[in-house]
Nanobody, 128 residues
Framework: EVQVVESGGGLMLAGGSLRLSCAAS????????IAWFRQAPGKRREEVSC????????DYADSVKGRFTITHDSAKSTVYLQMNSLKPEDTGDYYC?????????????????????WGKGTRVTVSS
């Protein structure tokens, strides 16, 4: 059974840091990408960051580039999203998702509709 579980969300003042975790297990793909998405109230679910299992490539949305860092601990089967210099606009529900990368290279085109498995999300609230 595939399990995707996020954790690490919470409340933080602007300028602070949080580290989100995504534990993924039972993924039936030899080649896959793990990505973070977020959704603020009334807005679309947007791509935040991605990391690939084989190529080792990463991708960041322009809005978080230079502030967020995605890493993968293969021994723990966990992906982390280190979020620094948080801004109020970073507020939202953060979701971790897994995609079969058979027809993709690295993190190209990691849009929400292409992901195969999703976690239930973890909430991040940043206040000014």
């Amino acid at each position: 059974e595939v399990q995707v579980v996020e954790s690490g969300g919470g409340l933080m003042l602007a300028g602070g840091s949080l580290r989100l975790s995504c534990a993924a297990s039972g993924v039936p793909f030899d080649d896959y990408a793990i990505a973070w998405f977020r959704q603020a109230p009334g807005k679309r679910r947007e791509e935040v960051s991605c990391i690939s299992s084989t190529e080792g490539s990463t991708d960041y949305a322009d809005s978080v580039k230079g502030r967020f860092t995605i890493t993968h601990d293969s021994a723990k089967s966990t992906v982390y999203l280190q979020m620094n210099s948080l801004k109020p606009e970073d507020t939202g529900d953060y979701y971790c998702a897994v995609r079969n990368n058979r027809d993709y290279f690295g993190c190209e085109g990691y849009q929400y509709y292409a992901m195969n498995y999703w976690g239930k999300g973890t909430r991040v609230t940043v206040s000014s």
